[in-house]
């Protein structure tokens, strides 16, 4: 049976590769939904963005929502500098001609979660976590009715990549962060950590675009313009692919290895505001709240992508 999956997001290259993962895993992944959040650039291109994804895969039957376009208390950070001004520069997509859903997304994301059966529902978050705090604050009874939140944040051995201990997602809005935390839902992080090993090298990237798809051509041309901040940061052969990680969890686990722990989120540290403090050896004594990513099979990975995108358009 296929797990049900509602897919928050900011899109974001590699939010889109994620998307397109799970849109064409239908056998394992019910997408209910995808929630659009402010992130990588502002809600309006992320939210438009969400829209021309499920058009580029065919599956115009998974409605999008829009949500949050702000923090919870800060001024939004974006990340033009990596993902371009609309945030998925790189493939020359149509404007989409499906519509957005009037409900809100985060009363969407409540509904959806109420009128399931309790345990059913997995939330797949791919950016800021906005959404999926002011849906706790909103209806703290979702909490023990989510099967999962499986999240690409944070990170602990390779430093953070928006400030030197802090990772993106969980930066923008960490308030957010430690609410999602604290509320008791079985959590798994997909960190930097892991991220960093999933890189998009040339023969890896080449496989995309040797599926001669319409899905190969855009994914082979968002990756070659997002990469090319990461290739001059790191120096490494291939750029990491982040997003994708979550959907590749759900998949296939056995792709990575992980250890229960317990994480928390800094909100007050001018210099470590963002730093997901991942107490990894255990040496706290505090409760364990998330499964901690800690590596990954990268080939495997790659191999399960382009074998999932060769069955889009």
């Excluded at 969980?170 to 999933?198: F, K, N, Q, S, W």
């Excluded at 998949?251 to 229960?260: A, C, I, M, N, V």
């Excluded at 403090?277 to 004594?285: A, E, L, N, R, S």
């Amino acid at each position: 049976m296929s797990r049900k999956i509602i897919i928050d997001t900011d899109p974001g290259q590699d939010d889109a590769v994620a998307i397109l993962l799970a849109l064409a895993s239908p056998e394992e992944l019910d997408v209910l939904g995808i929630v659009a959040v402010a992130g990588n650039v502002g809600l309006h291109h992320n939210a438009n963005n969400a829209l021309k994804i499920v058009e580029l895969s065919g599956r115009t039957d998974v409605p999008v929502y829009a949500g949050y376009s702000r923090p919870m208390r800060r001024h939004l950070v974006t990340a033009e500098h990596v993902h371009g001004d609309t945030g998925l520069n790189g493939p020359d997509l149509p404007e989409p001609t499906i519509k957005l859903q009037s409900q809100h997304g985060v009363d969407y994301i409540i509904d959806t979660i109420m009128q399931a059966e309790p345990g059913t529902i997995t939330l797949c978050t791919l950016g800021p976590l906005t959404n999926i705090a002011m849906a706790l604050v909103k209806e703290p009874a979702i909490a023990e009715r989510i099967e999962e939140i499986v999240m690409m944040g944070g990170a602990c051995f390779e430093g953070g990549n928006i400030t030197p201990c802090a990772e993106f997602n969980i930066y923008v809005d960490p308030e957010a962060a430690d609410v999602v935390m604290r509320c008791g839902a079985p959590i798994t992080i997909l960190p930097l950590d892991v991220t960093h090993m999933i890189q998009s090298t040339p023969p890896r990237l080449d496989a995309i675009k040797a599926l001669a798809s319409k899905t190969g051509d855009a994914v082979h041309a968002m990756l070659t313009f997002s990469e090319t901040f990461d290739l001059n940061k790191y120096g490494w052969d291939g750029a990491p692919l982040h997003d994708p990680t979550v959907i590749a969890y759900l998949l296939k686990p056995d792709l990575f290895e992980w250890r229960h722990c317990n994480v928390t989120v800094e909100t007050a540290s001018e210099l470590t505001v963002g730093m997901t403090v991942v107490d990894y050896w255990h040496v706290t004594g505090r409760a364990y709240n998330a499964n901690y990513v800690r590596s990954g099979d990268a080939d495997g990975f790659y191999t399960l992508l382009t074998e999932r995108l060769a069955r889009l358009p």
